[in-house]
């Protein structure tokens, strides 16, 4: 588990990626995928 405070760095970090409103989705959900791949999960 993380921390409070970097569980509240992701937590904005995370808001602010899925806000479609500053990227499209496409890359809203290839920078989603990457992330996923970085930390190991199979897609």
């Given at each position: 588990?993380?921390?409070?405070?970097?569980?509240?760095?992701?937590?904005?970090?995370?808001?602010?990626?899925?806000?479609?409103s500053?990227?499209?989705?496409?890359?809203?959900?290839?920078?989603?995928?990457?992330?996923?791949?970085?930390?190991?999960?199979?897609?």
């Amino acid at each position: 588990m993380l921390s409070a405070k970097n569980g509240k760095a992701f937590s904005g970090f995370y808001d602010a990626v899925r806000d479609e409103s500053l990227l499209d989705r496409k890359t809203t959900i290839l920078i989603g995928l990457a992330a996923a791949l970085t930390s190991g999960c199979a897609p």
